[in-house]
């Protein structure tokens, strides 16, 4: 997850840049997210935060950002009851940036009612073509209401990631550099633009370390979407 405290995992608004802070503003609850963890919360007027996310920063190269990698992004939402309705207001909007700020893509939800019940919304970014280099996040809410306090739309596990792990995917560095050769039969392997084989068969391969990457043994655990 390329979000940091995705979750309030510290009880904190730490690494989240503060747009609006209207009502009451924001506050974390402390048992009230998706499995009894903690959870951001939102006031009577709106709140919204962000998270921008410099992918060069993070080592990710400009070949790979370059070939268009697949995104993902996701977030849960969910209604504070204040005895009545949890009917509240939600928002998200992700961005894909370019080195100069412009956007390659990008997704709004509009505004959006809350339930009583925990939701997900989540996509992808696909074929927007090259020059990514920062993905900006941000989502809000506001009670529907004029309840002081904190009963306004909540949110937890925050989510963006990039798809393809494999250090080099295809033959943009015109070699083999990151690949394993098991096999190199008849003329061998040789790359042109692409990967090709010879006459006999020609095998390679790429085993990807997750938690080298990243990953912590948590999400990993949790059986994420695999693309």
């Known amino acids: 997850n390329l979000i940091r405290n995705s979750s309030a995992q510290n009880s904190t608004l730490d690494y989240w840049q503060i747009i609006n802070n209207g009502g009451d503003g924001w506050t974390v609850f402390g048992n009230s997210g998706v499995d009894n963890t903690p959870c951001f919360a939102t006031s009577y007027e709106w709140d919204i935060k962000s998270q921008t996310i410099d992918l060069l920063a993070l080592g990710y190269s400009t070949a790979l950002?370059?070939?268009?990698?697949?995104?993902?992004?996701?977030?849960?939402?969910?209604?504070?009851?204040?005895?009545?309705?949890?009917?509240?207001?939600?928002?998200l909007t992700v961005e894909l940036r370019d080195g100069s700020g412009g956007i390659l893509a990008s997704y709004t939800s509009g505004t959006v009612t809350c339930t009583d019940q925990w939701q997900t919304i989540k996509g992808a970014f696909r074929n927007y073509g090259p020059g990514l280099r920062y993905i900006y996040f941000e989502h809000g809410g506001r009670d529907n209401g004029n309840w002081a306090g904190?009963?306004?739309?909540?949110?937890?596990?925050?989510?963006?990631?990039i798809v393809n792990n494999?250090?080099?995917?295809?033959?943009?560095?015109?070699?083999?550099?990151?690949w394993q050769v098991t096999m190199n039969g008849g003329d061998g392997w040789l790359v042109d633009g692409c990967f090709r084989t010879s006459y006999i068969s020609d095998i390679k391969h790429q085993t990807i370390d997750l938690v080298e990457l990243g990953y912590t043994p948590e999400e990993l655990d949790s059986q994420p979407y695999i693309h």
């Open 65 to 91: 950002l370059d070939n268009a990698p697949t995104v993902l992004y996701s977030d849960r939402y969910m209604g504070e009851g204040n005895g009545s309705t949890y009917s509240d207001y939600y928002e």
């Open 166 to 178: 494999m250090y080099y995917s295809d033959a943009g560095t015109m070699s083999l550099s990151g």
């Open 150 to 161: 904190y009963y306004g739309a909540k949110m937890d596990d925050a989510w963006l990631s």
